[in-house]
């Protein structure tokens, strides 16, 4: 079993900041990619962004220069740092982990249950 909780999601007004992090547990062996996608009302879930095990990222355009996503192996976390948001960034944040469970590993792709980001005034 494993699970990927997410936090940190909230209100933030326009230009604000949040910082989501993503707990991953349980029977890992080992994490390949992790990474951050998010659904807005009405629209098909979207890459923000992915980090590598090796700390490679890869970005949405619509976030690079201000999104930074970040990794702690030793504690399977992952986390995403916004930084001037916008009305548009409004959606359910995803973490989304591709990793290896059990013994032997097989792989296996998980996501969290989300949460909620909105940007108003």
């Known amino acids: 079993q494993v699970q990927l909780v997410e936090s940190g999601g909230g209100l933030v007004q326009p230009g604000g900041s949040l910082r989501l992090s993503c707990a991953a547990s349980?029977?890992?062996?080992?994490?390949?990619?992790m990474g951050w996608y998010r659904q807005a009302p009405g629209k098909q879930r979207e890459l923000v962004a992915t980090?590598?095990?090796?700390?490679?990222?890869n970005y949405a355009d619509s976030v690079k220069g201000r999104f930074t996503i970040s990794r702690d192996n030793a504690k399977n976390m992952v986390y995403l740092q916004m930084n001037s948001l916008k009305a548009e960034d409004t959606a359910v944040y995803y973490c989304?982990?591709?990793?290896?469970?059990?013994?032997?590993?097989?792989?296996?792709?998980?996501w969290g249950q989300g949460t909620q980001v909105t940007v108003s005034s």
């Open positions: 989304n982990a591709d990793l290896q469970t059990g013994f032997p590993p097989v792989r296996y792709n998980y």
């Open positions: 349980g029977n890992i062996f080992s994490i390949n990619r």
């Open positions: 980090i590598a095990s090796g700390s490679d990222t």
